[in-house]
């Protein structure tokens, strides 16, 4: 198997594993959180994340990968950085409308667009923007109902928008600046991700449910429910950072707007959730939005390996040429006049 199909299956791998645990996490929360009301989303979230930095380390003591120390500097910002996103999202929603809460993850692709082009130098093509457009309508139809806007909610969502962006940039830019792996990464970055959220989710929580955390009734279902929270969101963690480090910020929402169709989907089909022919009409939509997306991003990225191709190509039969000539010029200097003996006529 050449290099090339195994980076192919490695990301087919990584987009399974997170649209698998995505939606699995969602449909284990909403579980958790509708019918047996434990409704503290940020501290579930950083549970999940403190849980995926011990099972990281366990991994490590077994050599399952490699430590690979970088910037701190750059490490703490990063955690922190996520930290504050996951909180300003859960904010936005609690500030909002649920329809206005969809529009806020509707606006991230554009805006990662937007700055990776503005602080990158990135390009997008004519097509991938057609199909981002696409598939951004879809899922505008399927989900997007009230839109009710107050100040508060639209500078939350705003700070939202921002943070999750340059964080998900950061996240691809870092793998590759200081050539770590995502799992490298992600535990580096955990203990501050999840300190943030540990030190903020219990008042954040209580901001919008009016509820403590530490004050609620832990059953035995309760507890065993965010136990499997907590194990599948290693696999969700994990997924993100394996995802975005390998294709990109923008790959990485779509492959989130497909999760939020699937799960739109399933929960028709398993919980019975009210479908209206809306929803329909934005799922399909989305899904012609995410096939033409797949296919230029197919194209271009073959276009640009057969370019790639053809320079180094160039290059070797530049170097050939060159060294032929050499070596011709090399015979030449050899070629020396005949001498003439002084004791001949």
Same mark, same amino acid.
């Given at each position: 198997?050449?290099?090339?199909?195994? $980076?192919?299956?490695?990301?087919?791998?990584?987009?399974?594993?997170?649209?698998?645990?995505?939606?699995?996490?969602?449909?284990?929360?909403?579980? +958790?959180?509708?019918?047996?009301?434990?409704?503290?989303?940020?501290?579930?979230?950083?549970?999940?994340?403190?849980?995926?930095?011990?099972?990281?380390?366990?991994?490590?003591?077994?050599?399952?990968?490699?430590?690979?120390?970088?910037?701190?500097? #750059?490490?703490?910002?990063?955690?922190?950085?996520?930290?504050?996103?996951?909180? +300003?999202?859960?904010?936005?929603?609690?500030?909002?409308? *649920?329809?206005?809460?969809?529009?806020?993850? $509707?606006?991230?692709? @554009?805006?990662?667009?937007?700055?990776?082009?503005?602080?990158?130098?990135?390009?997008?093509?004519?097509?991938?923007?057609?199909?981002?457009?696409?598939?951004?309508?879809?899922?505008?139809?399927?989900?997007? =109902?009230? +839109?009710?806007?107050?100040?508060?909610?639209?500078?939350?969502?705003?700070?939202?928008?921002?943070?999750?962006?340059?964080?998900?940039?950061?996240?691809?830019?870092?793998?590759?600046?200081?050539?770590?792996?995502?799992?490298?990464?992600?535990?580096?970055?955990?203990?501050?991700?999840?300190?943030? $959220?540990?030190?903020?989710? @219990?008042?954040?929580?209580?901001? $919008?449910?009016? +509820?403590? *955390?530490? #004050?609620?009734?832990?059953?035995?279902?309760?507890?065993?429910?965010?136990?499997?929270?907590?194990?599948?969101?290693?696999?969700?963690?994990?997924?993100?950072?394996?995802?975005?480090?390998?294709?990109?910020?923008? =790959?990485?929402?779509?492959?989130?707007?497909?999760?939020?169709?699937?799960?739109?989907?399933?929960?028709?089909?398993?919980?019975?959730?009210?479908?209206?022919?809306?929803?329909?009409?934005?799922?399909?939509?989305?899904?012609?939005?995410?096939?033409?997306?797949?296919?230029?991003? #197919?194209?271009?990225?073959?276009?640009?390996?057969?370019?790639?191709? #053809?320079?180094?190509?160039?290059?070797?039969?530049?170097?050939?040429?060159?060294?032929?000539?050499?070596?011709?010029?090399? =015979?030449?200097?050899?070629?020396?006049?005949? *001498?003439?003996?002084?004791?001949?006529?």
């Amino acid at each position: 198997m050449g290099e090339g199909e195994k $980076l192919q299956l490695g990301t087919v791998g990584a987009l399974s594993l997170s649209v698998v645990s995505s939606v699995s996490i969602v449909i284990c929360n909403k579980a +958790l959180m509708s019918s047996l009301h434990f409704i503290f989303a940020t501290t579930l979230t950083s549970w999940h994340l403190l849980v995926t930095f011990c099972s990281l380390h366990v991994a490590l003591k077994l050599r399952f990968f490699e430590h690979k120390p970088f910037e701190r500097k #750059a490490v703490m910002g990063f955690g922190i950085l996520n930290g504050i996103s996951i909180g +300003l999202l859960n904010l936005s929603l609690g500030f909002n409308s *649920v329809g206005f809460y969809q529009m806020t993850k $509707l606006a991230i692709i @554009p805006c990662t667009i937007l700055l990776e082009i503005l602080f990158l130098g990135k390009k997008f093509s004519k097509r991938v923007q057609f199909s981002l457009s696409i598939l951004l309508l879809g899922v505008g139809i399927a989900t997007v =109902t009230d +839109l009710q806007l107050n100040a508060l909610g639209s500078f939350l969502s705003f700070l939202a928008v921002i943070t999750t962006c340059v964080s998900q940039i950061m996240t691809n830019t870092i793998q590759k600046k200081f050539k770590v792996s995502s799992t490298q990464l992600l535990y580096q970055t955990c203990p501050y991700q999840s300190a943030t $959220l540990l030190f903020f989710g @219990p008042y954040l929580d209580k901001l $919008l449910t009016n +509820l403590n *955390v530490f #004050a609620f009734k832990y059953t035995t279902q309760v507890t065993m429910v965010i136990v499997l929270s907590c194990m599948i969101s290693i696999a969700v963690n994990f997924s993100t950072f394996l995802v975005i480090g390998k294709t990109s910020p923008v =790959t990485y929402q779509v492959l989130g707007h497909l999760k939020t169709c699937l799960v739109l989907a399933f929960g028709y089909i398993i919980v019975h959730d009210p479908f209206s022919w809306r929803n329909i009409l934005g799922i399909l939509v989305a899904m012609v939005g995410m096939i033409l997306y797949s296919y230029y991003c #197919a194209t271009e990225g073959q276009q640009k390996a057969a370019e790639a191709a #053809a320079q180094a190509s160039q290059a070797r039969e530049g170097e050939s040429e060159t060294l032929i000539n050499v070596e011709n010029a090399s =015979t030449v200097l050899n070629k020396r006049p005949p *001498v003439w003996s002084k004791e001949k006529d």
